[in-house]
């Protein structure tokens, strides 16, 4: 039963249950990659880790394959796995 004034729920073409397609995927949606190495500390209290990522085939085929060194706020260890926003910078390496 339809109430007045809200539409049935018959029409499957408004509601898909379809897996998203790299076609239909976000852009902007965040990539996964894997911490292969902690490199170490930095910051001026030490607050941050450094750390190299490899990027995940699953949400970016384009970027599988390929390392950053990126900068961590908060715990992480080899073998966790981040999500990034942003994948074209690269921190500066640790003196």
Known sequence: LAQ??????QNSSTTSCAPPTLATMDSNAPKLAK????????GSRGGVIQVRVQFMYETAPELAGRSLIRNVK?????????ALLETEREARRLR
């Open 74 to 82: 908060g715990p992480v260890r080899e073998g966790d796995i981040l």
């Open 35 to 42: 911490v292969e190495k902690v490199l170490g500390r930095t």
């Open 4 to 9: 007045a004034g809200r539409p049935s729920q």
